[in-house]
Structure formats: structure tokens, C-alpha cells
């Protein structure tokens, strides 16, 4: 069974940063795809970033491109999202998810449909 831990909400102001890791366990290859997605109060699930396992390629939602960055750690199975430069409006709870491999992360865009393993979530809100 995958497992996925968020980790490393919190508080910061406006133009802070922070870095939000994910720990997965259950997979039986390392070809999986994992996805960063966001949800503020009353707005829908919207994917922030992904990332290959297998071959490294990212994808980022326009309004975060520049800012966040998604890495991962194949030795530790650990995806971050380095978040800096932070806006009120990225205020929401970030659930990693993971996909199958080729599945969730396109050149389009991301599909939330795609991921069908969810963490519980982390809480980040940016104060102006």
C-alpha cells in the first residue's frame, strides 16, 4: 500500500520561504510520478507541481514557476517543494500525491485525476 507523509507547513510572512517534503513508501518500482497540489478555503484542488521518478522531468503551474521548485531524494524516496518568495495567495493546504509513471505530469498541464494516492495534507499560510 503507497504511503505519502506531507511535511513542513507553517506560518511565514509574505516573500518567506519554506520547504515541504514528502515521504513515500509502498512502491514496488522507483517509476512513479508524484504531484504537489494545493487547496485553498471554498476553491478547488489545484496542481502546484510534479515531478518523474524515472527520468527527473518537473512541471509547474504558471503562477509558481520561478518561485517553487520540486526535487526528490530516490535514496530517501522524499520529494520537496522548495516554496520561496511566498504570496498571501499561496495560502492553502499542499497534499502530495502520486501517480503512475507517465500519468499526471504532462507538457498541458497537470491531472489531478491521474493521482490516485493522497497524503493528509500540510498547512502553509503567508501572511501580507
Known amino acids: 500500500e503507497v504511503q505519502l507523509v506531507e511535511s513542513g507547513g507553517g506560518l511565514v510572512q509574505a516573500g518567506g520561504s519554506l520547504r515541504l517534503s514528502c515521504a513515500a513508501s509502498g512502491f514496488t518500482s522507483d517509476d512513479y510520478t508524484i504531484g504537489w497540489f494545493r487547496q485553498a478555503p471554498g476553491e478547488v484542488r489545484e496542481g502546484v507541481s510534479c515531478i518523474s521518478m524515472r527520468d527527473g522531468r518537473t512541471l509547474y503551474l504558471d503562477s509558481v514557476r520561478g518561485r517553487f521548485t520540486i526535487s526528490s531524494d530516490g535514496a530517501k524516496n522524499t520529494v520537496y517543494l522548495q516554496m520561496n518568495s511566498l504570496k498571501p495567495e499561496d495560502t492553502g493546504v499542499y497534499y502530495c500525491?502520486?501517480?503512475?509513471?507517465?500519468?499526471?505530469?504532462?507538457?498541458?498541464?497537470?491531472?489531478?485525476?491521474?493521482?490516485?494516492?493522497w497524503g493528509q495534507g500540510t498547512q502553509v499560510t503567508v501572511s501580507s
Open positions: 500525491a502520486a501517480a503512475d509513471s507517465g500519468y499526471g505530469c504532462y507538457s498541458q498541464g497537470i491531472n489531478k485525476l491521474d493521482f490516485d494516492s
